[in-house]
């Protein structure tokens, strides 16, 4: 929830406390939507704990606050300002795990700040144009919230704390939620992104806006190792595919290294050809050397990505089938000779595995063991990727 205003100081003068704080949001939210006190998924002791709030609360002024809540009809009615907690106030989809949220440039924020103080757009208008814009733009959904605080350090080794601001101000910045791969995707082909504004299929501004980066700990989250949905799955022969990226390996040791001078641009090169033999051959994407193991700079893995999983699948039958392009086999027995390599099924995109350290690519090979691709019988229920 953002652009809430502060809760009233008490008769006695004392500063509002957290707590204090929190008990009114709850309150407003009891009176509003009481239903959601009445759903057998609410607890008070934990809704409160959750209530994580921003902004500087010796002297609050406008704050924004995330709150954990059952879901039901409310969240829609939020989410759509059928239900508003205060006048002003509206609420947006908290990021959590790979669903992120990041800042636009300062200089594309003064730019829509510009666009709606001229146009006399209220926030909520403002941001749906922007939600609308940024939605088609990246093909998923995307939420948006201006902050109404920011951080600042005090002094020199000094602790952050807040200062507030209205949506209008300077310090004030406009903040993106979407899901990390369709970022990660769009800043492969480029910078920017650009996004149509307007409504009722009519667009009459198109925006050129820098891509944010994608922050790290969403990297991290996609290759957490969780049995219930592995990072990888060995692909056993006569098995299917679950995904559209498929990795062999682990690869030999120094297979790279002893045929090309060991430089990035080498490398670089190298992996190009790789690549468009894939694309010829095999109806790949593209392609990506991944993996490292310790002291060894030789890629411990080839990424392909197909575009699909039927393109995937294809790949796996005419393997099985001992039907590959014969330009690909050749370049595989040139370069590893007889050295049978496994192939693995994997969901994450490739800047998510750059991350994965020597050690704990052995660990997602144990788990994606125990995991292996379904047979065709079992392959019925598998959701294509």
Not at 11 to 39: C, F, H, N, Y
Not at 265 to 286: G, H, I, M, P, Y
Not at 359 to 378: A, F, I, N, V, Y
């Amino acid at each position: 929830f953002s652009n809430v205003p502060p809760p009233r100081t008490p008769p006695s003068g004392d500063r509002v406390s957290p707590e204090s704080i929190k008990d009114s949001v709850l309150v407003a939210m009891e009176t509003l939507a009481p239903q959601i006190w009445a759903d057998a998924a609410f607890d008070l002791l934990f809704t409160r704990r959750s209530i994580k709030l921003e902004g500087n609360i010796a002297d609050l002024k406008l704050y924004s606050f995330t709150v954990v809540l059952p879901f039901g009809p409310w969240i829609a009615s939020f989410l759509e300002e059928r239900l508003s907690l205060w006048p002003g106030s509206y609420c947006t989809v908290a990021s959590s795990g790979t669903f992120i949220e990041v800042a636009l440039a300062p200089l594309d924020h003064d730019v829509l700040r510009a666009l709606r103080l001229s146009l006399g757009l209220s926030l909520s208008a403002s941001l749906a144009l922007l939600e609308g814009g940024l939605t088609t733009a990246f093909s998923c959904f995307v939420a948006c919230r201006f902050t109404t605080s920011r951080s600042v350090a005090n002094g020199k080794g000094g602790k952050r704390s807040f200062v507030h601001c209205t949506p209008d101000e300077e310090g004030s910045s406009t903040l993106i939620m979407m899901e990390a791969a369709p970022l990660l995707m769009a800043r492969r082909k480029g910078l920017h992104i650009v996004v149509r504004l307007g409504v009722d299929d009519q667009y009459p501004l198109a925006l050129k806006l820098q891509l944010p980066v994608c922050p790290q700990h969403a990297l991290y989250r996609m290759v957490e190792l969780r049995e219930s949905a592995p990072p990888l799955r060995i692909r056993p022969e006569h098995t299917l595919f679950t995904n559209r990226n498929v990795l062999l390996g682990p690869l030999p040791s120094g297979w790279l290294t002893n045929k090309i001078e060991n430089s990035i641009s080498e490398q670089e090169r190298t992996r190009r050809v790789v690549s468009k033999l894939c694309t010829d051959c095999l109806n790949a994407a593209d392609c990506h050397f991944v993996g490292r193991r310790e002291k060894e700079p030789s890629p411990l893995f080839l990424y392909i990505d197909f575009g699909t999983r039927a393109h995937a699948l294809a790949f796996g039958s005419h393997y099985d089938a001992g039907t590959l392009h014969p330009a690909f086999v050749a370049f595989w027995a040139s370069w590893f000779g007889g050295n049978k390599v496994h192939f693995w099924s994997t969901r994450l995109l490739i800047e998510a595995l750059e991350i994965v350290n020597s050690k704990d690519w052995k660990l997602l090979m144990e788990l994606g063991t125990r995991s292996p691709c379904p047979s065709p019988d079992q392959g019925a229920n598998v959701v294509p990727k």
